[in-house]
């Protein structure tokens, strides 16, 4: 009887984790096609040069918003579960944490500014979207909700926040206006965001605000855990947002609206591999219990399920290139169509990345991803530094490719155990590899 109550309180657990992931799986998927067709519609609206002002000024705070985070994403849903009596010293600390680093990203965007050819307007632009940053400090709120596995009261303030936040961009396209007025939304859209988070936290949790306290013990232990998290944030956004940067700089905003264009298209399509790789890698890591060969099996055929996804979709983009990026963002931005023929390639490398990203992380191995992040990072400045003057904005798209490929394989001939896993992610394009081992 004990047995079956055990089971049957396992089985309840399961179906409640089951169903809190549906809902944000359905939220981040409405939020990827919304932000689409608006961002497409924004992008029209704008032009390339001033939608090359909105793109860059959103790097450039991107650049210095992760600080803001501190990496405690995933440590305070972690520390909540292993104490729970601690839940207000834990919340609490965290929220003055995220809000110290928001008002520290200003300050460094302060000082930054000074290093770039920005205008006023642009510095205008990245400061009231930084300023976003610091609303964003009641995302804490999200990691209550995570560890009680009620996500959908998050997914709600999201999607809630999400329409007010599109019909406002409409609103603005239809009336007109402004650059800036598309600025202020961002800064519009993480209010809101906070506003809700509030709500659903006064009306749906069992905890009282008044008991949320700022701790030194709980800081500095949340600081220690965090740090190698926080340098690794800084590496992946600086490897995602450093060719707008330097395109801006060494070209001008028109060339950086164009590329931002033709980046909507090519990353758009990314979010399959990230659901197909959250779904099946967990059987993968069953299947590590099982036996090794029944592991490295799964694990090659996610990577062929992926990478030829990829493959495909890079062909038929490739053809069509011309005629969609005509048909979606208008005759000023057909140019950009060559851009997206080069980044939509990304897409295989992209596919290894991911799937070995999950692998590393299995094998504990987290030290090689913040290594092949920041050698990612440094190639690519590199490369961009010398093309971009040389060939243009097409240079950018090939040394984000080349950056890729040695990221993803070439980096992986360097460790003994990564070569071994480089030998399963070259059977993909050639099975035979198989009768070999390294």
């Known amino acids: ?40 519609w924004v992008a029209r609206y704008l032009g390339p040069e001033q939608f090359g002002i909105y793109s860059y000024a959103q790097s450039f705070v991107s650049l210095f918003a992760v600080i803001a985070t501190f990496g405690l994403d995933s440590i305070v849903v972690r520390e909540i579960l292993k104490d729970e009596r601690k839940i ?5 600390s965290s929220f003055y944490l995220k809000l110290f680093g928001a008002f520290l990203v200003l300050m460094f965007l302060a000082v930054a500014v000074n290093f770039t050819s920005n205008d006023n307007q642009t510095n205008l632009l990245v400061f009231i979207i930084a300023s976003s940053t610091i609303f964003q400090s009641f995302n ?12 959908k009261y998050i997914v709600k303030a999201n999607i809630i926040s999400l329409f007010i936040s599109s019909v406002v961009k409409i609103i603005l396209i239809l009336y007109e206006a402004p650059l800036v007025a598309f600025a202020w ?16 936290f006064y009306r ?19 600081m220690k855990d965090s740090w190698p998290l926080i340098l690794s944030a800084i590496i992946v956004t600086a490897y995602m947002k450093i060719d707008i940067i330097m395109l801006k700089e060494f070209l001008g905003e028109y ?7 033709s980046s909507r298209i090519s990353e758009a399509w990314y979010f399959i591999p990230v659901l197909v790789t959250s779904s ?8 590590k219990k099982i036996d090794k060969i029944t592991y490295e099996n799964r694990l090659r055929n996610l990577y062929k399920v992926l990478v030829w996804m990829a493959v495909v979709v890079s062909i038929v983009l490739t053809f069509i290139a011309d005629n969609l990026m005509l048909l979606l963002f208008g005759q000023e931005y057909v140019a950009s169509a060559d851009i997206l023929m080069i980044q939509i390639w990304s897409g295989i490398f992209i596919s290894f990345l991911m799937v070995s990203n999950k692998w590393l992380l299995a094998e504990n191995k987290t030290r090689f991803i913040f290594i092949r992040g920041l050698f990612g990072v440094i190639i690519n ?21 080349i950056t890729l490929i040695f990221t993803s394989l070439i980096i992986d001939v360097f460790t003994k155990d990564t070569r071994r896993h480089l030998h399963i992610k070259l059977c993909v394009f050639n099975p035979k590899l198989m009768k070999f081992e390294i």
């Not at 060339?255 to 264009?261: F, I, L, P, R």
């Not at 099946?280 to 299947?287: H, R, V």
């Not at 400045?381 to 490719?401: C, D, E, M, Q, W």
């Open 1 to 40: 009887m004990l047995a079956r109550f055990k089971s049957l309180k396992q089985h309840q657990g399961f179906i409640k984790y089951l169903k809190n992931t549906s809902w944000l799986l359905a939220e981040k998927i409405l939020r990827i096609i919304t932000g689409l067709f608006i961002g497409i």
């Open 88 to 92: 207000g010293e834990i919340i609490g």
């Open 140 to 151: 804490v709120v999200d990691f209550y909700f995570q560890a009680k596995v009620k996500s």
């Open 185 to 200: 939304v961002v800064l519009f859209d993480s209010i809101i965001l906070a506003i809700g988070f509030i709500y659903f």
């Open 204 to 222: 749906k949790s069992d905890f009282k605000i008044k008991k949320l306290i700022l701790k030194q013990k709980v800081v500095i232990s949340l």
């Open 255 to 261: 060339e950086v609206g164009m590329y931002s264009a």
């Open 280 to 287: 099946l890698f967990p059987g993968i890591l069953n299947a």
């Open 381 to 401: 400045i590199i490369l961009n530094y010398i093309f971009i003057p040389i060939y243009g904005v097409n240079a950018a798209a090939f040394t984000s490719l």
